[in-house]
């Protein structure tokens, strides 16, 4: 949920993610599979001359930018869950996610892939691809033709060992550039819980004794410089 202010009126912007019911909801791993496929599509973006509307990949790609081995068949498994996921998994905005090109907050559903076709999966007339071929939906690619998009550092993030550092990580690039003028910025724990599907604790020793780690590994590889969990008095 967000706020902002829009012709002297307080707007409330709304986004809710929807997993499929066989894999669930993105996870950090679905995240790090994401970032190696986005690194090597703006490299055959570069390579093309410009953006792609469908994409073609193999799966060794991803594990060679994630420095995983390529003779694993867990390894595989986890590039087609991704890749499911990402074609699956919807998101609804209601007055909140900010299409680029038309230059306003939309109410819409969207998706990353409109579309996937995994390797030896039968695609038209080819009896199996040789590759994984996905399209972009036109929402995602629009906003990265006008360049509207937060670059996460990738072998910085794999330098993260705690899922919840992981997805914290991603979201703190939103966060610190719209904080970009202040010196700090708050949230509140139970939005922190249900943004990482993880338990909301009632005592503030267990909750420090669970988000804490993460919020310090963080600060060990410079994300934050410091942080504090401390009662509010809503």
């Not at 230059?103 to 691809?129: I, N, S």
Request: glycine share 4%; with cysteine.
């Amino acid at each position: 949920v967000t706020r902002r202010w829009q012709d002297g009126a307080e707007v409330e912007g709304v986004v809710e993610i929807l997993g499929n019911t066989r894999d669930g909801l993105p996870t950090a791993q679905d995240l790090k599979y994401h970032l190696a496929w986005s690194s090597v599509y703006a490299h055959d973006c570069k390579r093309a001359g410009r953006f792609l509307e469908h994409h073609d990949f193999t799966s060794t790609q991803l594990l060679h930018r994630l420095n995983l081995s390529s003779d694993s068949g867990i390894h595989y498994r986890d590039v087609e869950r991704f890749i499911r996921v990402s074609a699956t998994t919807s998101i609804v905005s209601t007055q909140a996610i900010f299409h680029k090109r038309t230059k306003r907050f939309v109410t819409d559903c969207f998706r990353v892939f409109d579309r996937a076709v995994m390797h030896g999966q039968q695609f038209d007339d080819e009896p199996g691809l040789q590759c994984n071929r996905v399209w972009l939906s036109s929402w995602f690619r629009e906003n990265l033709e006008e360049n509207y998009a937060l670059t996460i550092d990738l072998e910085r993030q794999l330098k993260l060992t705690r899922s919840a550092a992981q997805l914290l990580a991603a979201m703190l690039r939103c966060w610190s550039f719209a904080a970009r003028n202040d010196r700090c910025f708050q949230k509140l724990y139970a939005d922190l819980c249900a943004l990482l599907g993880t338990p909301c604790y009632a005592h503030l020793s267990k909750a420090v004794e669970k988000l804490g780690p993460s919020l310090e590994e963080l600060r060990q590889f410079g994300y934050i410089v410091d942080w504090q969990i401390e009662h509010t008095r809503d």
